[in-house]
């Protein structure tokens, strides 16, 4: 983990109080990005810099507070879903994506995750499902890990009719921004969600998944998890944190962040636009 990013934040938070005498008129971004990055680095949360943000927003401030207990919630990892979802559509089942080959075809790892999504379509056969990821292959702009995913998803067989395509995302917090903008126009139905990666991942993707839905107010929870036994791969604090920067709206800080702590195996160079 970087120290790095702690102290730059710090300082970010230091330099908005020398703007102004009272530390409850700082704005609440760096607050925001003081809370992440420093239980990132530390593992402990920053009550300070969170009562402070409850200070100037409280509304904000408490969706922090929650975001920042989900983080420190253990998620379990699974290898297929529970039984006790729900069985109609308003379960939604949640992919993420992983770097197509330069030519658009699927890597192994993407593969190997859509067998635990195709299992778990086949025990809930009436939830929808999400593919999600965008252009990442190096040789073909026209390829999409979504959609590489729904073509075979629809080649084993799932009705087309249950395939949401989320084909835009570059990043897991855009995986979550964008699905949630599906999901609240055209499938209000959806309560629950359930998502699907490789079992690295899946506590990344439970907690912005999560976050996102805390900021927007919304009533979807996540109630499961299901994923694929990857043999490396590993995703770290700070990148989290970059991903709910990412989240909060400094898509730019978020992407400073990413590269200097890019430590999973084999994803693609990242881009801000």
Same mark, same amino acid.
């Given at each position: 983990?970087?120290?790095?990013?702690?102290?730059?934040? /710090?300082? +970010?938070? @230091? =330099? *908005? %109080?020398?703007?102004? !005498?009272? &530390?409850?008129?700082?704005?609440?971004?760096?607050?925001?990005?003081?809370?992440?990055?420093?239980?990132?680095?530390?593992?402990?949360?920053?009550?300070?810099?969170?009562?402070?943000?409850?200070?100037?927003?409280?509304?904000?401030?408490?969706?922090?507070?929650?975001?920042?207990?989900?983080?420190?919630?253990?998620?379990?990892?699974?290898?297929?879903?529970?039984?006790?979802?729900?069985?109609?559509?308003?379960?939604?089942?949640?992919?993420?994506?992983?770097?197509?080959?330069?030519?658009?075809?699927?890597?192994?790892?993407?593969?190997?995750? /859509?067998? +635990?999504? @195709? =299992? *778990? %379509?086949?025990?809930? !056969?009436? &939830?929808?499902?999400?593919?999600?990821?965008?252009?990442?292959?190096?040789?073909?702009?026209?390829?999409?890990?979504?959609?590489?995913?729904?073509?075979?998803?629809?080649?084993?067989?799932?009705?087309?009719?249950?395939?949401?395509?989320?084909?835009?995302?570059?990043?897991?917090?855009?995986?979550?921004?964008?699905?949630?903008?599906?999901?609240?126009?055209?499938?209000?139905?959806?309560?629950?969600?359930?998502?699907?990666?490789?079992?690295?991942?899946?506590?990344?993707?439970?907690?912005?998944?999560?976050?996102?839905?805390?900021?927007?107010?919304?009533?979807?929870?996540? =109630?499961?998890?299901?994923?694929?036994?990857?043999?490396?791969?590993?995703?770290?604090?700070?990148?989290?944190?970059?991903?709910?920067?990412?989240?909060?709206?400094?898509?730019?800080?978020?992407?400073?962040?990413?590269?200097?702590?890019?430590?999973?195996?084999?994803?693609?160079?990242?881009?801000?636009?």
């Amino acid at each position: 983990m970087k120290n790095g990013w702690i102290a730059f934040v /710090l300082a +970010v938070c @230091l =330099a *908005a %109080a020398g703007i102004v !005498p009272a &530390a409850a008129q700082a704005p609440v971004q760096p607050l925001i990005e003081r809370v992440v990055v420093s239980y990132a680095d530390s593992g402990t949360i920053d009550e300070q810099a969170l009562a402070e943000l409850t200070d100037l927003d409280p509304e904000l401030g408490k969706k922090w507070t929650l975001i920042m207990h989900l983080w420190e919630a253990p998620v379990y990892v699974c290898p297929q879903l529970s039984e006790n979802l729900p069985g109609d559509d308003s379960l939604c089942l949640v992919a993420l994506g992983f770097q197509l080959n330069p030519d658009g075809t699927m890597r192994e790892e993407l593969i190997e995750r /859509l067998k +635990v999504l @195709l =299992a *778990a %379509a086949e025990q809930y !056969p009436q &939830a929808l499902i999400v593919c999600t990821g965008g252009g990442t292959a190096a040789d073909d702009p026209a390829a999409t890990e979504a959609g590489r995913m729904a073509e075979w998803l629809k080649a084993q067989g799932v009705d087309p009719g249950r395939i949401i395509v989320e084909d835009h995302s570059l990043t897991t917090a855009q995986n979550a921004i964008f699905t949630f903008d599906i999901l609240e126009e055209r499938y209000p139905q959806v309560k629950q969600l359930a998502i699907i990666s490789s079992d690295y991942h899946i506590a990344t993707g439970v907690l912005l998944f999560g976050a996102e839905m805390i900021l927007r107010d919304s009533d979807i929870e996540i =109630a499961g998890n299901a994923a694929w036994n990857a043999p490396s791969g590993t995703l770290s604090a700070m990148f989290q944190a970059g991903a709910l920067i990412e989240l909060s709206g400094d898509v730019e800080t978020a992407f400073e962040i990413y590269y200097d702590t890019y430590d999973i195996h084999e994803l693609p160079p990242l881009h801000a636009d």
